[in-house]
């Protein structure tokens, strides 16, 4: 199933390889290198997916989990980070993060997060 998908990184390299991975799985993608950038997104246009890094500039990864589950709540949301807690696993799930994949994570990962959260898992 093709989705479209915002990518909110700070990082280019990140955001670059995310859009080529998921465009080549056939998705509809958009990059933004803020939260802020990205709520502006989520204003102008409809998203299936949500990926987002936790540790950027000005808004983080949190605030803007929050605000999209609140403005946006039929967007699924992917927290994508590269510092990994437990405490910090629960807290993004119970702020309704819908998958969590710690960096550095394998294509694979992504893919399977981003089929389960649109409902294109393949069967077991």
Same mark, same amino acid.
């Given at each position: ?6 990518? @909110? ?6 955001? #670059? =390889? $995310?859009?080529? !991975? ?32 936790? @540790? ?6 949190? #605030? =803007? $989990?929050?605000? !999209? ?24 799930l119970l702020c309704g993060a819908d ?26």
């Open positions: 199933m093709s989705a479209k998908i915002l990518i @909110v990184d700070d990082e280019p390299f990140v955001r #670059d =390889l $995310l859009e080529k !991975v998921l465009r080549r799985g056939g998705h509809d993608v958009a990059v933004r290198p803020t939260a802020d950038d990205a709520v502006v997104a989520l204003q102008e246009s409809q998203f299936d997916v949500l990926l987002t890094d936790v @540790v950027m500039p000005g808004m983080d990864g949190f #605030d =803007l $989990l929050r605000l !999209v589950k609140h403005a946006h709540p039929e967007v699924k949301v992917i927290v994508l980070t590269g510092y990994a807690r437990l405490q910090s696993i629960s807290d993004f998958e969590y994949l710690a960096k550095p994570f394998q294509v694979h990962e992504l893919i399977a997060a981003v089929d389960r959260v649109t409902g294109a898992a393949a069967p077991a």
